[in-house]
């Protein structure tokens, strides 16, 4: 069964410090690829997102991700957060088949000390 | 650009309540969802609709029932709400199944 997982539930970095979200995901294909983050009590929003083309792909903030078919992963990355950045980051996938849905992960809370 | 916009932001209900959530999406989409998050966790599709008058169980689609009369609109209801139930209700939409997902704000929901 297809499956995402962000391993770290909860990371705390410095404003100012680089910033690397985890997520990997089990699938035999290459799937879609979402990043959505979620700030507190509204929904989620995307980031940016990945179909195919140049591995890495640049999302709004200053956010990008890095696919990896190797290692099954996209991970998030971003070289100097900020105090607004502290929300919970989905990674997401979906197949690259018809009435394929997208499934998410747990999701990580990104906690970003003054 | 559109909104999704979900009725109502809080709905306070009572053990055996049937309660009804509303989600309107105004970007023309085919596809809307349904899904649940509890306080610190993820998101569980209870359903999802990939057009008009079409219902598709997700993984927790038990003890709710929805219901898309229209391309526009998409309700959910829960069947008996459980005491003590608190959770974050949240609709979304999308050109078709696998698209990227435009997300409303949420309904609040507490049964007391």
């Known amino acids: 069964a297809q499956s995402v997982t962000q391993p770290d539930a909860r990371v705390t970095v410095s404003e100012g410090a680089s910033l690397q979200l985890r997520c990997k995901y089990s699938y035999s294909a290459t799937p879609y690829l979402f990043w959505y983050v979620q700030y507190p009590r509204q929904g989620l929003q995307l980031l940016l997102k990945y179909y195919s083309g140049d591995p890495v792909v640049q999302g709004v903030n200053g956010f990008e991700a890095e696919f990896s078919k190797s290692n099954s992963s996209f991970h998030l990355r971003k070289a100097s957060v900020h105090w607004s950045d502290s929300a919970v980051y989905f990674c997401?996938?979906?197949?690259?088949?018809?009435?394929?849905?997208?499934?998410f992960g747990d999701g990580t809370q990104l906690v970003v000390k003054p | 650009g559109g909104i999704i916009t979900q009725t109502p932001k809080f709905l306070i209900g009572q053990e055996g309540q049937k309660l009804t959530l509303k989600c309107q999406q105004n970007?023309?989409?085919?596809?809307m969802y349904w899904y649940r998050q509890d306080s610190g966790k993820g998101l569980r599709l209870i359903y999802y609709?990939?057009?008009?008058?079409?219902?598709q169980k997700g993984d927790l689609s038990e003890g709710y029932d929805a219901s898309r009369e229209k391309k526009s609109s998409f309700s959910l209801t829960v069947t008996s709400a459980q005491k003590n139930e608190m959770a974050v209700f949240l609709c979304?939409?999308?050109?078709?199944?696998?698209?990227?997902?435009?997300f409303g704000p949420g309904t609040r929901l507490l049964v007391l």
């Open positions: 609709s990939i057009t008009e008058n079409d219902l």
């Open positions: 997401a996938v979906s197949m690259r088949t018809n009435n394929n849905r997208i499934f």
């Open positions: 970007f023309n989409h085919d596809t």
């Open positions: 979304a939409s999308s050109i078709g199944v696998g698209d990227t997902q435009y």
